[in-house]
């Protein structure tokens, strides 16, 4: 069983920045991959980042050249640094470990509230 705690989350105007935090306990592996997805309100939930136990990176398009994932394996702490936040941004953020990209794990933190204005 892992426990994933994410903090970081607030409003933020349009253009402004904000940097999450993940800390993730219990049966982790060094080799696991770590991810951020969101949530926006009547929507399904979306990969956003992730990054291997080697440091390498998969985003999805709409974050590229804003966001930053960045991992620290002996805290068992995942990061997100949100630049140019955009309205769109706006959801409930989540982390999460596992095996395999893009293949998250069925348990999940409580998530963070990003809530980006115009």
């Known amino acids: 069983q892992v426990q994933l705690v994410e903090s970081g989350g607030g409003l933020v105007q349009a253009g402004g920045s904000l940097r999450l935090s993940c800390v993730a306990s219990g049966r982790i592996f060094s080799t696991n991959v770590m991810g951020w997805y969101r949530q926006a309100p009547g929507k399904q939930r979306e990969l956003v980042a992730e990054i291997s136990s080697s440091g390498r990176t998969n985003y999805a398009e709409s974050v590229k050249d804003r966001f930053t994932i960045s991992r620290d394996s002996a805290k068992n702490t995942v990061y997100l640094q949100m630049n140019s936040l955009k309205p769109e941004d706006t959801a409930v953020y989540y982390c999460?470990?596992?095996?395999?990209?893009?293949?998250?794990?069925?348990?999940w933190g409580q998530g963070t509230q990003v809530t980006v204005s115009s």
């Open positions: 999460n470990v596992y095996f395999y990209w893009g293949t998250p794990a069925a348990s």
